[in-house]
T-cell receptor, first 115, second 116 residues
Framework: QQQVKQSPQSLIVQKGGISIINCAYENTAFDYFPWYQQFPGKGPALLIAIRPDVSEKKEGRFTISFNKSAKQFSLHIMDSQPGDSATYFCAASGLSGGGADGLTFGKGTHLIIQP | ETGVTQSPTHLIKTRGQQVTLRCSSQSGHNTVSWYQQALGQGPQFIFQYYREEENGRGNFPPRFSGLQFPNYSSELNVNALELDDSALYLC???????????????FGQGTRLTVV
């Protein structure tokens, strides 16, 4: 049962363009939404995260937009660079029955920035 | 440099065998979580340890077990290995009992397990 749906599966963007990746979640108990970047052979690295009390958060070229009513959130990468080429994962976390927060990840988006 | 180190980096095991993977958490972090990442998929939460006790578990069978030591390092043990256990196993450390609530979780580079 996939609780976080991510799209697109792959994305090609020209250098300098805007990369947009979307996620939707089902579990209304989720209250923490991070985005991770993963390069081949490496573990995921946290890019930016948001809580549902704000609709947007910006850090440098990375922006998360959050729509609580629609249960959707998205990552925007402005001025995309070839070094941004990686796999991006959205994730969500909230209190489980046991109280421990495990992250639920989307399936990932393979982003390629063309020079 | 995240400070989370995992060993070994690669491992090949035969179906039915047992395996132990190790993780050293970042200095000062008292919580460790383990994830399984199949090829082309997102990581899946296996379980979490806080101060040497398991305090959360994902949808994985009991043959996946773990330990956390007084220095907060951790082990993941998998018994009776199956072909589908082939994956990248990731360890993440953080500070706090609910490690992902507003605090950053640092991932290691993972252990690539191949079951043949």
């Amino acid at each position: 049962q996939q609780q976080v749906k991510q799209s697109p599966q792959s994305l090609i963007v020209q250098k300098g363009g805007i990369s947009i990746i979307n996620c939707a979640y089902e579990n209304t108990a989720f209250d923490y939404f991070p985005w991770y970047q993963q390069f081949p052979g490496k573990g995921p690295a946290l890019l930016i995260a948001i809580r549902p009390d704000v609709s947007e958060k910006k850090e440098g070229r990375f922006t998360i937009s959050f729509n609580k009513s629609a249960k959707q959130f998205s990552l925007h990468i402005m001025d995309s660079q070839p070094g941004d080429s990686a796999t991006y994962f959205c994730a969500a976390s909230g209190l489980s029955g046991g109280g421990a927060d495990g992250l639920t990840f989307g399936k990932g988006t393979h982003l390629i920035i063309q020079p | 440099e995240t400070g989370v180190t995992q060993s070994p980096t690669h491992l090949i095991k035969t179906r039915g065998q047992q395996v132990t993977l190790r993780c050293s958490s970042q200095s000062g972090h008292n919580t460790v979580s383990w994830y399984q990442q199949a090829l082309g998929q997102g990581p899946q939460f296996i379980f979490q340890y806080y101060r040497e006790e398991e305090n959360g578990r994902g949808n994985f069978p009991p043959r996946f077990s773990g330990l956390q030591f007084p220095n907060y390092s951790s082990e993941l043990n998998v018994n009776a290995l199956e072909l589908d256990d082939s994956a990248l196993y990731l360890c993440a450390s953080s500070l706090g009992r609910s490690p992902l609530r507003g605090t950053e979780a640092f991932f290691g580079q993972g252990t690539r397990l191949t079951v043949v």
